[in-house]
Each structure stands twice: as structure tokens, then as C-alpha cells.
């Protein structure tokens, strides 16, 4: 590690844990395992959702998983400036770089493979290989301008204080089901105040950004022989499904199928890292 971060010798060398300054922020990593690198990003979901399927990788990988600036234990010196797809790569480029083991192979789901393919589009020389898991691009939507719309009616209706209609908006926007009981469970305000924190974080500077953000598809294109389009199985008729082929299409891409749904590397890490590992094997070796 160099002087720009700090690290816990206390979690052992496995995972090793650190701070590393960037450019308005200090962002949370872990470092597992010994071989060609991974990192595994997400946005909001921190290192902590990715901690399974890390373990999973780490047996033959160097795997990279943070907090994304804003959330979780990564703080923002200017907590009202807006968490973009750029922003983010640019942390990523940081993380990777403090690796020291590049280029690396990147697996980035929801908003983080929004963030995956600006990092992509920035420096292809940090990327071998990208899997795109189920990214929110609605800008390549048909009604483009409608789910615009609900994203804003979404962000707002969160944003006033009402949590739970925020999150019934925002679910069926996504196309996904959960009964009320549920909805109330994970999403009822009585839940600690850092998650809510970071929640309203989320809704209040990176939902809008990453859901709205135009990828050059022109550059992708051109860089579509390392990008892999993942669905989950469970997926079929989400928003993030429609985002998902549609990247491919314009990519000339067939989707791949990954085990589970949208956050199906947290319900079965170990079925899904198998996947992972055979896909990337099957495309890139």
C-alpha cells in the first residue's frame, strides 16, 4: 500500500482493509486473496453485500471490493455534490491502481455496472474483462422519458419523508413484488441511522445520476469484445431486464444468464461465483 492509505493489520491478510484518499472523499476497501485481479462494485451496495461472493472469488483471485464515496464507511468531504458514473470510475481507477495488481477483471452490478462501464470508457487499459450485472440504464429505453419521470416522482416522494412510498414507487418502477408486511421490514424507518443515511444519500445524489446516465456507446462498441451483458434468470420483465438487453443490443451482445435475480450473487454466492468463474474462463482464456 502506498502513503495515501492507511490499513488494519488487525483483520489479518485476509481480507486486508484500507482507507485511500481521492479527490473528495476516503474511500473504504478490502483486499482478499492471491492471483489475477477482480473487483466486484456495486453502487449503493457496499463491500459488506459483496463479502460472500469475495470469499467465493478469493481462492484463485486478488479481489477488490469498497464502499462507494457517500456510503457506508467511505465519506464525502462535500456531502451535497452529486454521485456520478464518472465520479466513481475515477475512484475506481484510484482502487485499482492501489491494488497494484491490474488490469483487472471488473464485475459490476446495478448502478456499480453503471459505474464499471464509465470506468471502462475512461481507461480501458484498467478493464481485461467486464461483466455488466442488470445495469439501470433507462436512457436506452423506448420510454425513456417516462422513466424518467417516475425516477423524479420517485427521488421526490423519498426525499419528503415518506419513506415507504418512496420505496413502493421505486419497486414498481423496478417490476419487483414484495409483500407489505416485507416492504415495512426492510424499508420501515425504524431502521439504524447510518442506513438511513446512506439511503437517503442514495436517493438524494447517485439514483438520478446513475439511472441517467448516456453511455457512449460508440466507445463500447469498440471495447464490446471484453464487455459481457449479465441478467439474472430470475429477472425476467424488471426494468433492469429491458436496460439489460438493450445494452446488448446496441453492444451486438447476447446476454448472459447469471443464477438468481437482481442480487442474486447475495442469495447464492456460491452457485454465482461458479458462474462467474466459468463465464470469464469461457469468454477471456
Not at 447464492?268 to 482464456?285: G, Q, W, Y
Request: aromatic fraction near 6%; include cysteine; charge should be negative.
Amino acid at each position: 500500500m502506498n502513503d495515501k492509505s492507511t490499513t488494519d493489520d488487525a483483520m489479518g491478510a485476509d481480507p486486508r482493509c484500507g482507507v485511500l484518499r481521492v479527490p473528495g472523499a476516503r474511500l473504504y476497501f478490502e483486499i482478499r486473496g492471491q492471483g489475477p485481479l477482480i473487483a466486484l462494485v456495486g453502487a449503493p451496495m457496499a463491500a459488506d453485500a459483496f463479502a460472500p461472493l469475495a470469499d467465493e472469488l478469493a481462492f484463485a483471485h486478488t479481489v477488490l471490493t469498497s464502499d462507494p464515496r457517500g456510503i457506508g464507511r467511505s465519506e464525502v468531504l462535500d456531502p451535497d455534490a452529486e454521485s456520478t458514473p464518472e465520479l466513481r470510475a475515477n475512484d475506481l481507477v484510484h482502487l485499482i491502481e492501489e491494488a497494484d495488481a491490474g488490469p483487472a477483471m471488473v464485475f459490476g452490478s446495478s448502478g456499480g455496472a453503471v459505474t464499471a462501464l464509465a470506468l471502462l470508457e475512461q481507461r480501458p487499459d484498467l478493464v481485461s474483462a467486464l461483466i455488466a450485472h442488470e445495469p439501470p440504464l433507462e436512457e436506452l429505453l423506448p420510454n425513456r422519458d417516462e422513466q424518467r419521470a417516475i425516477t423524479q416522482d420517485v427521488c421526490v416522494t423519498y426525499l419528503s419523508g415518506d419513506i415507504l412510498g418512496g420505496w413502493r414507487k421505486f419497486l414498481a418502477q423496478a417490476g419487483i413484488t414484495m409483500p407489505p408486511d416485507a416492504l415495512e421490514e426492510f424499508f420501515g424507518p425504524h431502521r439504524d441511522p447510518k442506513t438511513l443515511a446512506d439511503e437517503e444519500y442514495w436517493f438524494a445524489h447517485e439514483l438520478r445520476p446513475s439511472t441517467w446516465w448516456k453511455p457512449n456507446l460508440d466507445a463500447l462498441r469498440g471495447l464490446s469484445a471484453r464487455i459481457i451483458v449479465g441478467i439474472g434468470q430470475d429477472s425476467t420483465g424488471q426494468v433492469c431486464d429491458h436496460t439489460s438487453r438493450a445494452l446488448a443490443a446496441e453492444l451486438q451482445l447476447t446476454p448472459t444468464v447469471f443464477p438468481g435475480d437482481h442480487t442474486g450473487f447475495t442469495d447464492k454466492p456460491h452457485t454465482f461465483a461458479s458462474a462467474v468463474r466459468e463465464t470469464l474462463a469461457r469468454e477471456f482464456s
